[in-house]
């Protein structure tokens, strides 16, 4: 590895991100992964446990805190996280900054994960899950609940658009499996790509929807959440606090694999994302400090109290992971980027958390801490995401790299692993030389 | 002469842009934001100087909706601490530290004229009839989201916590027992009169003719629930300040029309997403031409299969 430090003030060509390539040469199952899958069955057996028990044995949830982690966290700030397929494709699909497209394929399959493990204990949340059905009959709906908004846009948005977005992967790993599956591959991309236009577009305008909505929910709470966050503007501030959290989760993710799996970084793509999150974070902070000005509640902010700190806190990380991203922007120190994706991502987890739960103050004497099996539950969920991320990234072509890893993964196959036949990926064709041979014979 | 898609997708948006912005901002002159009450809202007064805190009410609303008695204070009373998942009427004492004014005070749902319940119910499981006013909750339809317990302002609705098949409890003022010609439990066995049952514009005028025979007897001679939170079907009367019983002052806008005002507004009619969705599909139509092009580009100059 170059080391993470070093100044990069030209970029080398051969860094550049020319395409998307899966992880090779690292064993799939190990002992990290081996954790996951642990945590994950730990969690299917808690889950089979609280769908006899009902909610209130497993959980720390009570009548004055109806919710809990699962939804306050698992949902409300980790598809927050997930919203890479929202932001980052905006930024380059609508706004046009075309190399982020390097990054869209990490984008969707994040966003993809995080939606669908949340979307997944959502209805493990829900009291009474075989309701679900009702979101069928649109006539049903109450078009004005944000609650249904967000649960009704969420599951077409990852059950529809984001998936349909994540198709191109697979189809590419078919397309390489084997020369006779071509031809089929080739007529399903041509039709998937003359719907995408409609696809990308509602795949932009769902997560809008409800991720603004997702900041809509507490309004209704009104007076029982802390006035440093109760504001009519909480939906603009809900999806502004998605969109830069994603390009952290999205950029932070992508650092990090490069990292583990040793890749060179494209310090063009990267700068470009840093720059987009700290111009997305500072606009967010000063929305937030007007709003909080202009209703008269700053002087809560220097009360003596948990709001106050937990607000400090948020403010700290959002606002210094901002200043550490734009620094990074001028002395290119890759250790410096990647911490503020992480301080600023925290610090936003950390928005989007408290009005349910840091600055919920539903009676005085109320209290909320998630049990054990609560946790645990969680934590499996989120492994699942991961679980699934390591799987897809080290058998599709997800994770970008620069051109010449395309042609190591390639010789790493032809000569090191010639009797893998499912990782026939490069059997036929990686430079694509065989339809110019099959078209001579 | 024929028209260019051009031509016809610039006419709509000429068209479209002003349409979804007009019912978008104009909302509120489309559609009045005053709550109208239901045409046979029923609901109940209670004055907290005539209750005398025997719980008669409790037990006869237990025995009204069916449900076991609440012991697990001390395994012999029917004494629940508070509203929950097999009580829907409660009694409550507010007893200030110091010296005298106290007061009892009856919890039970509001049947708020706008209730956030209600509103932020998914698929209306918590609907409010649209003759008697009254909120239930229809089990079929529920999810068990509990988006009804945080979005309540008098924190009413509770969630069964165990089991496998939970439910949501709420007064609803035994709409079965209404339909024989019954009074609800509560108000059946009350015996000073300290809650009564009736249509709302007869309990307003009785609770109106009480403030005037004794003025300065209630609190600011106010009844609570008049217009408070758009106004409720439950009323209160009360000595001592409203507030110090648990009811909030929510102000005389609903709370679902304070807060959801420009949420309502965005998805009216769903014109202005529609509007964002067209125009994001002409955006991006041009814009994955271009990038499909430059892919192709790519794949002739490397001869890798270009990745879109």
Known sequence: MSGTTTNFPTQTASERWERAVPVYGFPLVNGFFLGLLAL???????????????????????DAYGWGIWKTFNVMVLTALGSGAFAVGIAAWVFRRKRLHALMRMALLTSFLAYACGLLLLGIDAGRPWNFYWMVFPWKWNMHSPLAEVAI???????????????????ERLWY??????????????RLYSIFPYVIAAAYLLPGMHQSSLGALM???????????????????????????????VAGTTMLCCLIWKRGMDMEVLDDAAQITSYLIFGWMGLRLLDILFRGALLTAFHLDRFAGVFWLEMLLVGFGGWLLWQSLKTHQKRQMFLGYVLSSAGGMIYRFSPTTLAFRPNPEAL?????????????????????????????????????????????????????????????????????????? | MAITRRELITGVAKVGVPAAVVTTVGASALQTETIPVPSAAVGLLYDATKCIGCK???????????????????????????LNEVTRNIIKLYKPEHGSGFSFVKRQCMHCLDPACAAGCPFQALHKDPESGIVGWTPEKCIGCRYCTITCPYHIPRFQWAGFNPRVTKCELRSHRLEKGLKPGCTSVCPTGAVIFGPRPVLLIEAKRRIQESPGKYYQDRVYGENDNGGTQSLYLSAVPFEKLGLP????????????????????????????????????????????????????????????
């Not at chain 1, 009519?232 to 994603?246: D, E, N, V």
């Open chain 1, 40 to 62: 994950v069955v730990i969690a299917m057996v808690l889950t089979g446990y609280r769908e006899l028990a009902g909610l209130g044995p497993v959980s720390g949830m009570n």
């Open chain 1, 153 to 171: 846009c969420m599951s077409i948005y990852a059950m529809l658009p984001l998936a349909i977005e994540n198709i191109p992967p697979v189809l």
């Open chain 1, 177 to 190: 499996f084997d020369s006779r599956l071509r031809p089929g591959v080739e007529k399903i991309e041509k």
């Open chain 1, 219 to 249: 309004l209704l709470a009104g007076e029982r959440v802390h006035p440093l966050w109760q504001t009519p503007w909480l939906s603009i501030l809900y999806l502004g606090a998605a969109c830069f959290m994603s390009f952290g989760c």
């Open chain 1, 368 to 441: 909320y801490f998630p049990a054990t099996i609560e946790i645990l539950v969680s934590l499996g969920f989120i492994s699942l995401g991961v679980l699934g991320f390591l799987i897809a990234v080290k058998r599709f072509a997800i994770l970008p790299a620069p051109l010449h890893e395309w042609h190591s993964m390639a010789n790493y196959f032809r000569f090191r692993r010639p009797y893998i036949r499912w990782t026939g990926y490069f059997k036929y064709g990686h430079f694509g030389e065989d339809e110019v041979e099959e078209a001579n014979s």
């Open chain 2, 56 to 82: 008669a009410c409790v037990a006869a609303c237990a025995e009204a909706n069916d449900t076991p008695p609440d012991t697990r204070g001390d395994s012999l009373h029917q004494a629940p601490s508070d």
């Open chain 2, 249 to 308: 002052e929510l102000g005389m806008e609903s709370v679902p029309a304070r807060t959801l005002r420009w949420q309502r507004r965005f998805y009216q009619y769903f014109a202005l997403p529609a509007l964002l969705y067209a125009g994001l599909v002409q955006v991006i139509r041009k814009n994955l031409k271009g990038h499909e092009q430059e892919a192709h580009e790519h794949e002739k100059q490397t001869g890798l299969r270009a990745q879109l």
